[in-house]
């Protein structure tokens, strides 16, 4: 019975996929319509042409690999290695970027999908199970989201297609497969149901609790403070220590890093969620004005609009004092300000020409409503939001794709300005005030924006692209508490960074050069950190760097066989200086006595082995390219964009902690792909709760560093905190770091539109 359950969801799965096929063709058709630039325009008409040749096979083969899965059994859905098989040198091996990007594909597509059936698939979950007498389904099931994910990202670039063209279509994928899914998952429950299969599914054989732990009551979902739904998939979430996502455990499992998939750690709301407010927006706006919807194409302002939106601004405009930007506004309390947006609102649909444009005024009214009511935005920022709303309207009439994209300028604009004044208020420790030089920033890119209303989409765009550098610059340069915490994390990822590439580079010099173990191993291993510590302190071309090349070169030379008395007489000669250099290079990378001793002690048996002949020559004209070669290293270094900070890196970083830099070396839970992503994707000037050291504060994403494998926050305390890329995502996987904002402004607002338009649509239209 639970193989025909499987068979069903399959069936009921394939049925759907023609219609679903269907319709990520036609969406794609669809984008062709819409405005862009030449090159996006290029893309999608390529994209569109492709989906179009590819998209049968596409379907073909995903039907063939659910068939093949039923058939000859899970094995068909997974890799060649049993990830379950202990790991030894032979299995074990670098895991490319591309097998990243595709896991990373797979992931997304599987936590869409148990986005919307987790609860279908926790029933059918538990009534299989029952069926064949297992505690939990193989992680491997056809039934499960990640291996049905897995099996759709395989057909389609079997099919010809690529993982641009998945993320160019990422959303209607996720949002079409999650639908189909959760249909195949509810039509196997009520075939299970109707034959009596655990029609009442208990959910309590499904709670895990950590080893010692009593037994807690389920009544009333009071699962205590200690015990936690299974981590599978579709799990409703953690509850452990006493918040989510808290490190602390149970006696036996101190120190122990275990995956937690809470709800207080899950991703945040994405392009897909996005969607899906603004889809619904238009649909309920499109029952009410047929036109609304009729095209995303740019469409000319009303001569009466335009005039009456120019004599709002105006009015908005003299109501503010340029000198402080503090006015008549900026001291009204939000009733004053909300019934002054209602009124200026009727003024608007009256000079209005069509019930698009009424409708238009109606939903930015709306939104704007949400935003300047929003309590975490500090007064005197709220007075610049507020003067935004007329340069957004003309943009939302003239452009209707501003409710129908995510990615509009005007909207990307608000969010990053609100992500970064909407810390936390005064008793949460982030200030109730913004910085005086974010506030003034906001205010120019306000001015801005008025002073070229005819200019919509690219001025948006523009003052965006300066906001963001004004961000970077700001947090280096202004920040009284984050730029020193910024200059040292600089140093130490320039040093890291110099520290890799020098290896790679040495690793190159003497590759054919007969040198012995010992000492390649010291130049990799050592030599490297101290050539780049001098280097960053220094200079690259400075004589203390310099004198440490010498040093590498005459330590290559000294221990290379010395078959003559003169040569011999040589090494002795020059042996106090190179040991003083070694040891001065050492001292300046941090190494201890101890171990410079250690090392020193290895080197003199190479340079012994090289007196008894034991080593091989290096022949005089290759010493010679080499030690021209070391001179001028800078100029040969590889790509920084190649190298990579591993978390051992940060382990040696603790020696530069201060009361104003602390460094993240352990905490948080084993992440995810998707987790790992989320890391790269935070943005700077973005406000979390940091629980770290036994502390729980409010902090703001500073600065990121090369391919952002650094990051730097500083809390309103003034401590700055440092993470590896890494250890970021263990965070952000235990909820130890937890965003301020689970969703932007500006779909909050659309949101809180959406709520008061499903009890009233018919302000649309007055």
Known sequence: MAGQARRLFAEEFVKGLPALVRSVVGRARRRLDEPAEREIAMRWRDLNALLLERAPAWHRRLV????????????????????????????????????????????RLALAVMDRASWEFSDLRARVASLEGRA?????????????????????????????????????????????????????????????????VDLRPLIRRHRGDTPLPVSG??????????????????????????????????????????????????ADHVEAVLGRLNRLVGRHVPGFLASTRPRALSPSLGRAIETAQASIRQRLTPETGRGELGRASVPVMLDELHQRKQVLKRAAATPEERATIEIVALLFQSILTEERIPA???????????PVLRVAVGEPDFFATVDHPARRLIDRMGSCVMGFDSAGGGGADADAALEKEIKRIVQVVEAYPDTGRRVFQTVLTEFERFLEHYFRH???????????AQQVEQRETLAIQYTIELRKMLNEVPVQDGVRQFLFQVWADVLATTAVRHGA???????????????????SAKVTREERAEVIRRLPALLKSLREGMATAGLDNAAQDAHIRQLNDALAAAFTAKAAAIPPDRLQAMMERLETLEELLPDASDAAIDEA???????????DLAVVTEGGSMPSQAMLAWARELQVGSWYMLDFRGRSEPVQLAWQGLRRQLSLFVGASGRCVLFQQQRLAAFLQAGLLLPAQDEALTVRATRSALAKLDVDASVLDG
């Open 221 to 270: 979902l009071d699962l205590g403070p200690q015990s936690r739904f299974g981590a599978g998939d579709g799990a409703p979430g953690a509850f452990v220590a006493s918040r989510p996502g808290s490190l602390a455990a149970p006696q036996g499992y101190v120190g122990e890093e275990t995956r937690m998939m809470t709800r207080a750690a899950a991703l945040p709301r994405s």
């Open 64 to 107: 063939a690999a659910l068939r093949e899965a039923l058939l000859h059994g899970v094995s068909a859905s997974r890799t060649g290695v049993d990830p379950r098989a202990p790991a030894t040198l032979q299995t074990m091996s670098l895991v490319d970027d591309e097998s990243i990007e595709l896991e990373i594909m797979v992931s």
């Open 649 to 659: 890196m940060v382990l040696d970083l603790s020696g530069h902690e201060s009361e």
């Open 541 to 559: 071309g400075s004589e203390p760097t310099r004198t440490m090349k010498r040093a590498a070169a005459d330590l290559i030379w000294s221990a």
């Open 478 to 488: 202004e920040h009284l508490a984050s730029k020193k915490g910024v200059s040292l």
């Open 380 to 390: 005197a920022v709220r007075v610049w939001f507020a003067r935004l709303q007329m």
């Open 136 to 200: 939990e389904l193989e992680t491997s099931d056809l039934l499960r989201a990640h291996v049905l994910a897995k099996l759709v990202v395989d057909a389609w670039l079997g099919a010809g297609l690529t993982q641009g063209d998945w993320s160019d279509l990422q959303s209607v994928l996720h949002e079409e497969f999650a639908e189909l899914v959760e249909i195949a998952y509810h039509e196997a429950n009520r075939w299970l149901v109707e034959r009596h299969v655990l029609p009442e």
